[in-house]
């Protein structure tokens, strides 16, 4: 992530939410029905939807505050996939309400990543961004996802690449649940979702411009 440490010097982070799937303490939702399958097991919580056309997430609450800068991170494993155009990641942003969502996902083939702010029925797009220029992923291991959110800008990335940067006033922010999303005829499982609040302070950056012209402020 070396665009933030050359854009702001990180002063305190505190984490608020380190779920390592020992127990389900944070209430995540589990459920066993025909359409779809979620529970915690082995140190892991098990994500499957079997369902032909619906979308399903898993919230907890991330303990965040109105402004605060933040990372949310994860690692997930696909563990099976009949759709490989279907996509998988996190949500955030949202309330109990749950009409707008924040998603960042990739696709089951590795070669497509979204970010967006949605309506929850899909209905409206009111922010979307697609990325199809991402290195090669190993989507037979761990994929890291991690949403920095930093002064007024997020930051989205996968395994350390940079997927995306946009003004914080392109996303929801009626809440502060997080989750994971799956989308139909996939299967998942993560080991790991962090939840941090950070204190940062931006750096004196040098333009390119005030470089070529030799002048520092």
């Known amino acids: ?13 505190q984490s608020l939410l380190l779920e390592n799937f020992t127990n389900n303490k ?21 994500m499957e939807n ?6 399903n997430y ?5 303990y965040l505050k109105k402004g605060d800068d ?46 967006m702010h949605f309506e929850k029925n899909h209905h409206i797009d009111f922010h979307r961004f697609q990325n ?12 890291r996802f991690s949403i920095v959110k930093l002064s007024d800008y997020f930051y989205f990335f996968i395994n350390k690449y940079k997927v995306y ?8 922010a009626n809440g502060f649940f997080v989750g994971y999303y799956i989308e139909p005829q996939l299967s ?8 941090k609040k950070i204190k940062a302070r931006s750096l004196d950056v040098v333009t390119g411009f005030q470089q070529l012209m030799g002048k520092q402020n």
């Open 188 to 195: 998942m499982k993560s080991n790991f979702f962090e939840v």
């Open 26 to 46: 944070h209430k995540w939702e589990e459920t066993n029905i025909e359409s779809e399958k979620a529970f915690i097991k082995d140190g892991y919580y098990w």
């Open 132 to 143: 199809r220029k991402l290195p090669q992923i190993d989507l037979d291991k761990m994929i």
């Open 50 to 55: 079997t369902s032909k056309s619906r979308w």
């Open 165 to 172: 940067m946009v003004h914080e006033s392109v996303f929801c």
């Open 1 to 13: 992530m070396h665009i933030i440490t050359d854009l702001y010097q990180v002063d305190n982070t």
């Open 70 to 115: 933040f990372i949310i991170e994860t690692y997930i494993e696909l563990e099976k996939k009949e759709d490989a155009f279907g996509h998988f990641g996190l949500v955030w942003g949202f309330d109990e309400e749950r009409k707008y969502l924040n998603r960042f996902t990739l696709s089951a083939d590795g070669k497509r990543a979204l970010i």
């Open 58 to 62: 898993y919230k907890t609450k991330s």
